[in-house]
């Protein structure tokens, strides 16, 4: 149900001292940090970056209830770090291929809203006895959503898709998520 006071229209859930807050936190700008960012290690058997791998990166809840036509600006950094070689025949190929996704979860229900894919590939024909790489690179992205009011959690999402190489270990590390929001004006 909503209604108008001082002008303003207000949805009203059965708690007249929600609505007041409401009332003067429409204009407000909301900041929410990640909470629980794990590292996301990736298990390497012989070499060989193991198959299957998902890892829950980091997630932030936002509160827009309070928000009018409520815009939402994600930003998520880590860093990217792994060490490869190849040493076999004439060719010589090191290669990351991993798939970010940005997953929302508002009133129960979990979507993909956006994805974003690294790759990092060396690719030499050359007369070299191996080729070995050690990188450590930030990997940064951002999403505006315009979302309905309301709660709703996002989580970042990292999956191995494809590795050429002998590893040594490869790793997603420092992750951090936060969420922006502000209501816009009619």
């Known amino acids: 149900m909503e209604y108008a006071r001082d002008g303003v229209c207000l949805r009203f859930h059965g708690d ?12 407000k700008v909301i900041l929410e940090c990640g ?24 997630r932030v809840r936002i509160d827009t209830t309070c928000l009018k036509k409520p815009i939402v600006k994600i930003e998520f950094s880590s860093l990217i770090v ?32 956006q994805t974003w894919r690294y790759l990092k590939e060396y690719d030499i024909e050359n007369d070299i006895d191996e080729l070995e790489v050690e990188i450590s690179e930030p990997f940064t992205v951002t999403f505006c959503d315009r979302a309905c009011p309301g709660c709703c959690e996002y989580k970042m999402v990292v999956e191995g898709r494809d590795f050429e190489g002998e590893f040594e270990f490869l790793r997603v590390v420092k992750p951090d998520l936060s969420a922006l929001a502000v209501g816009l004006c009619d």
Not at 35 to 58: K, Y
Not at 92 to 110: A, Q, S, T, W
């Open 16 to 27: 007249w001292d929600e609505v007041e807050k409401c009332r003067h936190n429409q204009n």
């Open 35 to 58: 909470h629980h960012p794990q590292d996301a290690i990736f298990e390497v058997d012989d070499g060989e970056v193991e198959e299957d791998q998902v890892f829950e990166l980091d």
């Open 82 to 113: 792994f060490e490869a070689e190849d040493e076999e025949g004439d060719e010589h190929e090191v290669e990351v291929d991993l798939l970010f996704k940005l997953n929302r979860i508002c009133n129960g229900f979990e979507e993909t809203i």
